[in-house]
């Protein structure tokens, strides 16, 4: 797409999209299979979970735009209310699409790749260059899970693999998915999809209900008791329950409160996390993270709460 516009007020928007728009975490739910056996449907989840390099070409085009976003409204601040919750919606689209990088497990060399790729990003923004976006402390945490045994290592400043160079051109952006009006996969999002965007922000989903589902999860889990000989069905059955009670976890973090409801959400998410200490702790770190992004976005103040009580959270 050739970029025009020098201003907000200068984009041309499109019409709005027929299509409902989902971030990556919310995603996760729809791969699941339609089976009669629960634990069958969340064991078979594992092998549906998109390609880590796909993730990070979405994330990245919801980035590039945010930061678009953030350049135009600066050339004419006076523009930036009427279309706040555009860069609103970018910004979780792009959080929810890195958050679902650390969060998806690798199921192919070049997940094993962008895994690598990423624990190398980030130990140069977090460790050199100062400017990574979030607690150092929280992000060693939730890199935790790109360090596992016999997976993929790449030295800062190490030469790329040979037969991983495509795969290093769509992780450095490259190479970005393109924007397809007749899509009916994944998508990507530009500041002109602005209607939609705005309209997708403010229809927020439940976030009590988000919290009840992962704790529905939980419960699955623990009912899934231990066999004698544990089978890789039942790994599997496990773990892609957790990764979509996480999905759930991290939706509520980046979602700022809108309700008293809201808050005392987040507030009972925050003490989930603080006691179920058997689960990774990578992923713990990861719902942290997320509800970092949603307090800042809750800053801006009404229709956004902080406050619940008298105390401010």
Not at 168 to 190: C, S
């Amino acid at each position: 797409m050739t970029d025009t516009a020098s201003t907000l007020r200068d984009l041309t928007l499109a019409k709005t999209r027929s299509r409902p728009i989902l971030d990556e975490l919310a995603r996760l739910e729809t791969l699941l299979p339609d089976r009669p056996d629960d634990q069958e449907r969340h064991a078979a989840l594992l092998g549906l979970l998109p390609p880590l390099l796909d993730l990070r070409g979405r994330a990245l085009v919801h980035a590039q735009q945010y930061e678009r976003f953030l350049a135009l409204a600066e050339a004419d601040p006076s523009a930036l209310e009427a279309r706040v919750d555009t860069g609103n919606a970018l910004a979780i689209l792009s959080h929810a699409g890195e958050i679902a990088m650390l969060l998806v497990p690798p199921g192919s060399p070049d997940d094993d790749f962008a895994q690598a790729m990423l624990a190398k990003e980030r130990a140069r923004q977090y460790r050199a260059d100062g400017d990574g976006r979030h607690d150092p402390a929280l992000m060693n945490r939730a890199l935790r899970a790109t360090v596992r045994s016999g997976g993929m290592r790449l030295v800062i400043g190490a030469r790329i693999p040979v037969g991983m160079e495509m795969a290093a051109r769509r992780f450095r952006g490259e190479v970005l998915p393109e924007r397809d009006e007749n899509e009916t996969g994944p998508g990507v999002y530009h500041l002109e999809d602005a209607h939609a965007l705005e309209a997708w922000f403010n229809a927020p989903p439940d976030l009590p209900a988000l919290l009840s589902d992962a704790r529905c999860l939980f419960a699955a889990i623990d009912a899934w008791s231990e066999p004698e000989e544990p089978g890789p069905s039942w790994y599997a059955a496990r773990r892609g329950a957790l990764i979509l009670a996480y999905a759930r976890l991290c939706s509520i973090g980046l979602w700022p409160a809108r309700s008293s409801g809201d808050l005392v959400a987040k507030m009972e998410l925050e003490r989930l996390i603080s006691e179920r200490t058997a689960d990774p702790d990578s992923m713990r770190a990861l719902v942290e993270i997320a509800l970092g992004v949603g307090r800042r976005i809750a800053r801006q103040g009404p229709p956004f709460v902080t406050v619940l009580g008298g105390v401010e959270l």
